[in-house]
C-alpha cells in the first residue's frame, strides 16, 4: 500500500493571490493529516511565489508526520533546508518562467551540483530523495550517489491523452520502478496525479510514497482538505 505525502503549495497561492494570510497551508497541513496524509509536502521556490519561509518554520513545528521539502539544488536553499531539518529533501530543478515543475532533475548531467547538496543534506541528517524523469540512467546515476530514495516523475504519464501514449508512459514508469527496486532505492512517484489517474501508479510494485498536490487542493475547494485526502487514501491503500 502507498503512502500519500499531500502537497499543500495550492493553498499558499490562493494566499499568496491576495498577499494576506489566508488560507493558511499551516491550516491545511493540520486537515490534511485529520484526513490520513502520510505526509506534508512544501516546495520552497526561489522566487516564493506560493510557500513563504515562514510556512516552513512553523510546518516544521507543527507536522506531526513525515515532513518533505521540495528544494532547488542551489547553496542558498540547501542552507536552509539544513537550519530547517524537515525529514526529507526531495530534490527537484527548478526555472522561473515555469508553471510547475516541468521535468525531472538531471542527475547525470549535473551531477557535481547535486552531489554537493546531497552530501550537505545527509551531513545534516536529512533523508535525500531525488525527483527524475524514468530514465534508466539518472536512476543508476542516483543510485551512485548514496540517496534513500528518489520520486519517479509521472508527468507524461498524467499529461498523455490518447490512450497508446498513456500505456508507453506506464510501461515506462513500470521498468523504472523495476530499476529502482533492483537498485536498492526507495520508490516514491508524483506530479500530475488525480483520481481518476492514480491508481495504476499506486499498485506499480513496491511503490512506497506519492506526493499529490494540485488534484487533492482542487478537490478539497468543495469537499474540504480533510475529506479530499480521505478520498485519495481510499483509492491509493
Ligand atoms: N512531486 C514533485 C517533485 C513536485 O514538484 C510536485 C509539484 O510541486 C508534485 C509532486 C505534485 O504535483 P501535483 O501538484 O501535480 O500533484
Redesign the pocket.
Known sequence: MATLGV?I??VATVRQARRTVEPDPVWAAAAAELGGADAI?V?LREDRRHIQDRDLEVLKETVQVKLNL?SAITPAMTAIACRVRPDQV?L?PENRAEV??EGGLDVVGQRLAVTTAVEQLHAAGIVVSL?IDPDPAQIEASADLGVVAI?L?T?SY?NASADADRDREMQALARAATLTRQAGLTLNA????TYRNVVPVATLDGMHEL???????ARAVFVGMTEAVREMKRLIG
Do not use: C
Open positions: 502537497n503549495d495550492h509536502t516546495h521540495e526531495t527537484v510547475t515543475t525527483f520520486e516523475h508527468g498524467a508524483g506530479h500530475g496525479l506526493n499529490i498536490g494540485h488534484s487533492i487542493v
